[in-house]
């Protein structure tokens, strides 16, 4: 019962090419996250989601696009990858006034 | 803007030693804050929050508001306290349902 899965795990790509990062719940929570995690800056907001079709910029979202066509998934695609884009991506869910996280997806732009 | 402070990046103890992790906030209105744990090789998961008043493993926080502190502490550390901790806090300005975090203090615990 995992709860929050996040894949890939690990991924490496190459400037301009298009990633997308798979997030997927099974606890039909309203909100969900995508947070990135970098030295020196913590976690910082990328977008959220309120429910399906809802979605809103977080801190940061530059760069990144989300989709929410179902309660349970919300991927989130880089359309050309950057090298600052280079990072540690958490996606998160909201219960009972709790954020759950999922493992994170290690991303590398060569 | 809300801001989320936390001065020290590494912080190192030894066991038995009491630790604080220290956060200080800005925001304004009546934040709600947290502390979040990453244990090597684990998901971020919740230590407490400040409206439970709970103490966690042993680790108690007390939202100052007079000093905008929450700060985290624990009498005796433990070498399985080892982990990177984050401050966090919610809001009405942030999105009630949006955290926004700090960036991080290491712990390390020595034997």
């Known amino acids: 019962d995992a709860g929050i899965t996040q894949s890939p795990r690990y991924k490496i790509t190459e400037t301009g090419r298009q990633v997308t990062l798979m997030c997927h719940q099974t606890?039909?929570?309203?909100?969900m996250f995508w947070y990135r995690q970098d030295l020196g800056h913590g976690l910082r907001l990328i977008y959220y989601?309120?429910?399906?079709?809802?979605?809103d910029k977080g801190e940061v979202p530059d760069g990144y696009v989300v989709s929410r066509s179902k309660t349970e998934n919300f991927p989130l695609t880089l359309e050309s990858a950057t090298r600052s884009q280079t990072s540690v991506y958490f996606c998160?869910?909201?219960?009972?006034?709790?954020?759950?996280f999922g493992e994170g997806s290690r991303l590398t732009v060569l | 803007a809300q801001r989320v402070t936390q001065p020290e990046k590494l912080l190192s103890v030894f066991k038995g030693a009491p630790v604080e992790l220290k956060c200080n906030y800005s925001?304004?209105?009546?934040?709600?804050l947290f502390w979040y744990v990453q244990y090597s090789r684990q998901r971020l998961q919740l230590l407490l929050r400040?409206?439970s008043r709970e103490s966690i493993k042993g680790f108690t926080a007390d939202l100052n508001k007079g000093e905008t502190s929450f700060h985290l502490k624990k009498p005796f550390a433990q070498e399985e306290d080892s982990a990177m901790y984050y401050c966090?806090?919610?809001?009405?300005?942030?999105?009630?349902?949006?955290?926004?975090f700090g960036t991080g203090t290491r712990l390390t615990v020595i034997p």
């Open positions: 606890w039909s929570h309203s909100y």
């Open positions: 989601s309120a429910a399906a079709d809802i979605t």
């Open positions: 998160a869910t909201r219960g009972a006034g709790e954020l759950f």
């Open positions: 966090a806090l919610s809001g009405h300005r942030t999105g009630a349902n949006n955290l926004f």
């Open positions: 400040h409206i």
């Open positions: 925001y304004s209105g009546s934040p709600e």
